[in-house]
């Protein structure tokens, strides 16, 4: 009887295991995953892109006066696609460098705001852009200024047949051309400097040949850097593509000038610091 009871035992525990041996065996199947159902995570080609005025205008079609920040937004673009001006956003959101923004961050589009918090903009630490700031401000005094010269020396000249003494400093403080706007593909280096520095013309072509159109707009053009002049970089020279290059010159300390720039080695924003030596500046 014992020899029974053991043989019904050793069966009973075969019975078991074979029947959790087929419960594992779907189960360790289901875990597996083909490569359809799996995504790289680690994905690091997606690249920066430019929004349009009409990319930011249908988000604010529903947005408001408050927009959050996305990917490819600069200030200029939303500024263009609203009633308001880069400074006016920039004041009303306490916004201290217009060419940085952060995604995510919610900007109230109110010109009420913006005249409310124009005292309270805190100012740039770095006291070079402050300069080139106050040079763009007074842009427009400066042009109605020169202006008025232009018509002095234009009555002078019809009148005599010398040379008048001060029209070659007339003509280098009279730019005629539009600074409304900016009129260059978004994400370039043109594009960049146009935003950084509004007294730039619009329409000068491609970087390799800003130092004839500023010198035709009446722009002084030269191989001395300035804070706050625009660095012109030949076709190869110091990384510049075939097109050439434009940088704003953010400090002078001696023979080396420190710049910031749009679309360098991909980048919608760099600074460097590089020799002046064999470069042209418009001031």
């Known amino acids: 009887m014992t020899s029974n009871v053991q043989r019904s ?36 080609h997606a690249s920066w892109r430019a929004k349009t005025v009409d990319d930011v205008k249908s988000v604010l079609l529903t947005a408001g006066k408050e927009y959050t ?84 020396v234009e009555k002078t000249a019809a009148t005599s047949t010398a040379q008048p003494t001060t029209m070659s400093t007339a003509t280098h403080a009279a730019p005629t051309y539009s600074t409304a706007g900016n009129s260059y593909p978004a994400g370039q280096c043109t594009w960049f400097v146009k935003n950084a520095l509004s007294w730039v013309g619009n329409n000068w072509g491609n970087a390799s040949g800003w130092g004839a159109s500023a010198a035709a707009a009446g722009r002084t053009v030269d191989g001395q850097p300035s804070t706050g002049s625009v660095v012109v970089f030949a076709p190869g020279s110091q ?27 991909g980048m919608a924003y760099h600074t460097r610091t590089i020799s002046a030596s064999g470069l042209t500046f418009i001031h």
């Not at 300390?253 to 720039?261: A, F, K, L, Q, V």
């Open 9 to 44: 035992n050793k069966g009973w525990l075969i019975a078991a295991a074979t029947a959790a041996a087929a419960a594992i065996l779907p189960m360790t199947q289901t875990t597996t995953v083909s490569a359809d159902e799996t995504s790289d995570s680690n994905d690091t």
């Open 239 to 265: 990384g510049a593509g075939a097109l050439g290059h434009v940088a704003v010159v953010d400090s002078v300390n001696g023979d080396s000038i420190t710049i910031s720039e749009g679309n360098y080695a």
């Open 69 to 152: 920040v996305q990917s490819g937004d600069t200030l200029s673009t939303i500024a263009s696609a609203t009633d308001l001006s880069v400074d006016e956003i920039a004041a009303a959101n306490g916004v201290s460098d217009v060419n940085s923004i952060h995604v995510g961050e919610t900007l109230k589009l109110d010109a009420s705001a913006a005249a409310a918090n124009n005292t309270n903009v805190a100012p740039k630490a770095d006291d070079t852009k402050v300069n080139a700031e106050a040079t763009a401000e007074s842009a427009d005094a400066q042009a109605q200024k020169a202006d008025t010269q232009t018509q002095e």
